[in-house]
């Protein structure tokens, strides 16, 4: 098993959504967290029972990344499958929109 990456630390260390939104889009750029929130909703979509050309027709993606999303949502120990089960369906808009404040330090769980 390897060792935790330091963002991952970092991500779990932050439980307020609006100081996570303003951390996404000061180390995301535009495109990044567009092929972020891309990659998601093809995850939700196949989790759905969604047909994959359906996919692919509705969100403009190829074929191999739905693959990709479908292989890993198959696995025994799959954590996006774990995820998304346990989740009611998503808020409307991706996670960076909203109303934007500056972070406050108090919402950030020391590690």
């Keep these: 098993m390897t060792a935790p990456h330091p963002i991952a630390d970092i991500m779990h260390s932050i439980k307020d959504r609006s100081v996570m939104s303003a951390f996404f889009r000061e180390i995301f750029t535009p495109a990044e967290r567009k092929d972020l929130t891309l990659r998601w ?11 994959q050309r359906t996919i692919a027709r509705k969100l403009s993606v190829s074929l191999c990344k739905i693959t ?35 972070p406050d330090d108090t919402h950030i769980r020391k590690p």
């Design 41 to 51: 909703r093809l995850m939700e979509m196949l989790h759905r029972n969604v047909s």
């Design 68 to 102: 990709r999303g479908s292989r890993i949502l198959k696995q025994k120990n799959s954590v996006s499958r774990k995820l998304l089960d346990r989740m009611e369906p998503a808020p409307a808009g991706p996670l960076w929109r909203g109303r934007r404040r500056k």
